[in-house]
């Protein structure tokens, strides 16, 4: 995740109030809690495009061996992403692994399940691979709640950062990750003609 000039500027004074805690004025308290959200919804695309990722994963894992130069293509990019690699990966890397890059893989794979094997059996925890749900950010220490009377009512929600004219919408997973077609063999392509 990368932040912005504006979200790091942010993101220090943020830093710097929590250190010192004074009192902000409702301009910076806002700034934050955009911040918060923006990368709220940041981790949020992230779980949707690894859960898109494995979900891809598993299909062509079950249209082997028809898929092999995508399943293999995938499985490297799940691995990258810190993918805990399942039996069933195992299995099918066994049976590809006349292909060098299987056999490559399955080398990995092997060396990635056998530390997670190890580190349960020596009791820790092994690190999960998608990021634990944050809190929801409410309200800074000295921040603007401590600036307001007892019984004044809370401000309403920040709105929405409006887009600016030359800004798009994130894009969904589809469009990042189109659907991989399987390659027509010159049989079919006879077949079909």
């Known amino acids: 995740m990368a932040f912005g ?3 790091l500027r942010v993101l220090r004074r943020a830093l710097a109030t929590a250190l010192h805690p004074t009192p902000l004025p409702e301009e910076d308290v806002q700034d ?11 981790v949020g695309e992230a779980g949707r495009l690894r859960a898109f990722l494995l979900a891809d994963l598993a299909r062509y894992r079950e249209a082997l061996p028809g898929s092999v130069s995508g399943y293999l293509e995938l499985l490297q990019d ?3 992403a810190g993918y805990d690699p399942r039996p069933d990966d195992l299995a099918a890397l066994r049976a590809l692994r006349g292909r060098p890059l299987a056999a490559a893989l399955l080398e990995r794979c092997r060396t ?3 530390r997670s094997v190890r580190a349960r059996l020596a ?5 999960a691979t998608t990021p634990a749900p944050r809190s929801r950010l409410l309200a800074l220490p000295g921040g603007l709640a401590a600036a307001r009377e007892p019984d004044r009512p809370k401000a309403p929600p920040a709105p929405a950062r409006p887009q600016s004219p030359g800004e798009r919408p994130a894009p969904k997973p589809s469009e ?6 399987r390659p027509v063999t010159p049989s079919e392509e006879r077949a079909a003609g």
């Open 32 to 42: 934050c809690l955009r911040l918060a959200e923006a990368v709220d919804e940041a």
């Open 123 to 127: 009791g820790r925890a092994v690190a």
């Open 78 to 80: 799940a691995l990258a």
């Open 5 to 7: 000039a504006d979200e």
């Open 112 to 114: 990635l399940a056998e």
């Open 176 to 181: 990042v990750f189109p659907p991989r077609r």
